[in-house]
């Protein structure tokens, strides 16, 4: 099993500039998640998608940035324009929710990290 | 509001046993786990929790009260790998998993 596969592993980019992450969660996982890590934020949930279908995103800092996911084996985060405070790793992580009861456990990407300067 | 707190950091000895606690308060309770994130790689999971009690396995176990709303991740024979950021994580009333912000764990020889 790949596991899941997030590109670019990592993105420098201008203040302004439009930046789009991509991640393809595992195969048959039915559930996918965004999350931005920094030091002094810790991990933050930004969005997560169940079939394909966007959940909640309360944690989208704000209009820049949107998520999609086409189908069950894509999804794209886009920052527009990006700014320098945007400047994390971001996680993209799947998991399998067959059952309310169920453990399932998140299964992350490594990252990508973003610069922004 | 919801809340997870961890230790910031903890140091321990390679071979002995560490204790790395975690208490929350969140809405509702559908699950604690426990993840391990070496610096510059992604969080992987470790445990899960639901009812109370210990679960074990391997060097790690991970044990859980609810009506304390506490948790902790024992780490037995430690070695130089453990050294790692441990997250906890809740599983509230909606299924969100609210995450704590990590105990950065060192080894020393």
């Known amino acids: 099993d790949a596991g899941v596969i997030q590109s670019p592993r990592h993105e420098v980019t201008e203040m302004g500039q439009e930046v789009t992450l991509r991640c393809k969660p595992i195969?048959?996982?039915?559930?996918l998640f965004w999350y931005r890590q920094t030091m002094m934020r810790g991990l933050e949930l930004l969005i997560y998608f169940n079939n394909n279908v966007p959940i909640d995103d309360s944690g989208m800092p704000e209009d820049r940035f949107s998520a999609k996911m086409p189908n069950a084996s894509f999804s794209t985060l886009k920052i527009q324009p990006s700014e320098p405070r945007d400047s994390a790793v971001y996680f993209c992580?799947?998991?399998?929710?067959?059952?309310?009861?169920?453990?399932?456990?998140?299964?992350f990407g490594p990252g990508t990290r973003l610069t922004v300067t | 509001g919801q809340n997870i707190d961890q230790p910031t950091e903890m140091t321990a000895t390679e071979g002995a046993i560490v204790q790395i606690n975690c208490t929350y308060q969140t809405s509702g309770f559908n699950g604690l786990f426990w993840y391990q994130q070496h610096a510059g790689e992604a969080p992987t999971f470790l445990s899960y929790n639901v009812l109370d009690g210990l679960e074990e396995k391997g060097r790690f176990s991970s044990f859980l009260s609810r009506s304390k709303g506490y948790s902790y991740l024992l780490l037995k024979e430690l070695q130089m790998k453990d050294s790692a950021s441990y997250l906890c994580a809740v599983r509230d009333s909606n299924y969100q998993l609210i995450w704590g912000a990590g105990t950065k764990l060192i080894i020393k020889p």
């Open positions: 195969s048959g996982h039915n559930s």
């Open positions: 992580a799947s998991s399998l929710a067959d059952a309310p009861e169920s453990s399932y456990e998140q299964y």
